[in-house]
């Protein structure tokens, strides 16, 4: 038996590739095999500077606080679920409450239309700041 050149484990004679890292084993193959390798490609990953850092650009949908008002102004605290899921489960329960007094929805649904425009405007923030525009990359 005789070894392989790669990997120094034995084979048996007459075989053409080694049984455990197989490589080619007859003579010259190995080299020939060396020398039609291609280099992998040069990585585009530079080097982060310490004490910095850049988050990558990532594009966040905007929320309009236009339809905001306008859909908590039709639908009340159903309207809020385009702006804020918690707000609105929140004004539901008030406003189902509210009912039973006239004047509770008169407070409830002008506070819907409120809180439904503000969410809007704080997500929209959110978003921006998250988004790296405001570490220079483009809108």
């Known amino acids: 038996m005789?070894?392989?050149?790669?990997?120094?484990?034995?084979f048996p004679e007459g075989a053409r590739f080694c049984n455990h890292c197989g490589r080619s084993v007859e003579p010259g193959a190995f080299i020939a095999a060396a020398s039609t390798r291609v280099p992998p490609?040069?990585?585009?990953?530079?080097?982060?500077?310490?004490g910095t850092v850049m988050p990558p650009y990532v594009y966040y949908p905007r929320k309009s606080v236009a339809a905001a008002i306008v859909l908590t102004?039709?639908?009340g605290p159903l309207g809020m679920f385009y702006s804020t899921t918690e707000g609105a489960l929140i004004m539901c329960?008030?406003?189902?409450?509210?009912?039973f007094t006239g004047i509770g929805?008169?407070?409830a649904w002008p506070a819907c239309v409120?809180?439904?425009a503000m969410?809007?405007?704080?997500?929209n923030a959110r978003m921006w700041y998250?988004?790296?525009a405001r570490a220079g990359y483009p809108a």
């Open 119 to 123: 969410a809007a405007e704080n997500y």
């Open 73 to 75: 102004i039709f639908f």
């Open 105 to 107: 929805l008169l407070i």
């Open 130 to 132: 998250w988004s790296g």
């Open 2 to 10: 005789t070894t392989c050149s790669a990997c120094g484990n034995p």
């Open 114 to 116: 409120i809180w439904g």
């Open 41 to 50: 490609p040069p990585y585009a990953y530079s080097a982060p500077v310490y």
């Open 93 to 99: 329960v008030v406003t189902f409450f509210s009912m």
